[in-house]
């Protein structure tokens, strides 16, 4: 049994085939990259395995359950937790807050023991807070914890959404784009804690990216798609001298 | 200044933060509980209607300021709620059964509301519950075997465990009970999970969902409790004015409540409270003020001139409401001299993920 299959995953909107026949499998405990010219189907893939769009064709497995044709926010709840290409946090929240609304699947309190805020409400609280610490400290977020999101800056926000997707505690994680509007220093502390997320939390770790480097530093495995079709799969230095993969981003060679 | 040193999750958790809060709150609940000593009859009617509207102001403040659905529907709920007490009280029901049967009556009739919030948005939704309000607003007047048409229903006196609850004060403590309850139950609810799904579902629905937050349940549940609140308003309110009418429910009444939580701030609990108080105070301000201006400018319309100015300006100068101004000018204080203009604006994001579906 696989860990993450997607098979034979199409889906077109109207006449616009986006994603065709797309087939790969996420193995436990790599970082697996898709890679691909704008345009190549990336996001709608993890939009696809989010659930978000439901697919034309194909099929996709996590841990031997189909997935497909469930609602979204069941999706979470087998363990799949994603980030945001351009970022959607609940703005009008701290910092704590949102990291907290990570730990929605794993609340186990009724309404009426809510609305009475009982012992054992409070206990589970506690429980979400001290989880959602150790997230924080992973991520040294210690000195934005209170802050509203509203006014944080881009790069700090970034990481407060790769946090909230920890918090959920993930067997994957999906990440689209996460270095897109990170300056050099901050791409670096992203490698890093990608890096970190697969050896020390042991979380399987499913991408979208651009920046090469980052893909060559952290990835196991490479996807390179373009229109919408699977062009070559291996290790990213495979996959970055393949010779279609080539013609993709640079156009083929004049005859 | 004061510095709050956080050693325990708990902190964060407990109802007060630190000992000057205890201190306020506890000065303003002897002040209410002292008010039959001390406010005139006048006064304590004013009181009574600043207790119902702050339960139905934290019902809509539920569902508009933290979970980000819009009503313009509510004062539906209000009649559903006044209808229910009414005719389960003349029915001879105990007090405590009825009001809880009016809430659950209301939240019912909440999720039947709710159920094309999970298509419609923003102005739809509007629209969507606008159109609700004028079909109960309808139904009371048609239904005359049940409702008394537009001539209206008789409610008289609560009578508690068998205790007619006749004087203003009995009537006045019953309230304040019952608004003290609400807004713990409200406290409580968005310190715990739920209250998070509410506030998450608000500010982006797409990662709400893909935090695992089932939009449909919660914000049906939403709905529910809204209204739930709003019907316990209702009841409360039917026994104040003791008669009620299906005009005293109209699409006019429902954006009244809506007032409340924009002049009080959306977004925040205490803003339900300042926002029912502004709304009730305000209408004897002005009639007092007519004695003292010239004829041509004291004319009935000039209430409705005085709300609107009061809406516009406040959204225009400050859209977090009156709550949002005490915030700013406490913080003033507490950081003085080092207060700056700047601090409660927030900045803009422009990147936003292509919003799907």
Known sequence: ?255 | MRFIFKTAYLQDIRLFQHRGQVFWYGLLGLALLAAPWWASEYFMSQLHFICIYSIVGFGLMMLVGFTGQISLGHAAFLAVGAYTEALLQAAGVPFVVSIACAAAFSASVGVIVGLPALRLKGIYLAISTLAFNVIIEEIATRWESLTGGSGGKHVSAVSLFGWKLESDSEFYYLCLALTVLCCLACINLLRSPTGRAFVAIRDSEISASCMGVNLAKYKTLSFALSAALTGIGGALYAHKISFISPEQFTLLASIELVTIVIIGGVGFLHGAVLGAAFIIVLPQLISIAKDYLPSAVATTGLQGVVFGLVLIGLILFEPMGLYGRWLKIRTYFELFPFYRRGMFRRQKSYMKSERLR
């Open chain 1, 1 to 255: 049994m696989s860990f993450f299959k997607v098979e034979q995953l199409g889906i077109r909107f109207g006449g616009v085939v986006a994603v065709n026949d797309v087939s790969f499998e996420v193995n436990r405990g790599e970082v697996f990259t898709i890679i691909g010219p704008n345009g190549a189907g990336k996001t709608t893939i993890f939009n696809l395995v989010g659930l978000i769009y439901p697919p034309t064709s194909g099929r996709i497995e996590f841990e031997g359950r189909e997935l497909t044709g469930m609602a979204p926010h069941r999706v979470a709840e087998f363990g799949i937790a994603r980030t945001f290409q351009n970022i959607e946090l609940f703005e009008h929240a701290s910092v704590l807050q949102n990291l907290l609304i990570g730990r929605h699947r794993h609340r186990a309190t009724s309404l009426w023991q809510e609305l009475l805020f009982l012992p054992s409400v409070r206990r589970r609280e506690i429980e979400a807070r001290e989880a959602v610490e150790k997230v924080i400290d992973f991520l040294e977020l210690a000195k934005y914890r209170d802050s509203l999101v509203a006014g944080l800056p881009y790069g700090v926000r970034k990481v407060v959404e790769l946090g909230r997707a920890l918090a959920t505690e993930p067997k994957l994680l999906l990440l689209d784009e996460p270095s897109s509007g990170l300056n050099p220093e901050e791409t670096d502390d992203m490698a890093f804690w990608i890096e970190d997320i697969k050896k020390l939390l042991g979380i399987t770790v499913l991408m979208v990216e651009h920046d090469m480097n980052l893909v060559s530093r952290v990835s196991d495995r490479v996807l390179a798609l373009n229109m919408g079709e699977v062009i070559a799969e291996g290790t990213a230095a495979e996959v970055q001298s393949h010779p279609a993969v080539i013609e993709a981003y640079l156009g083929g060679a004049v005859k």
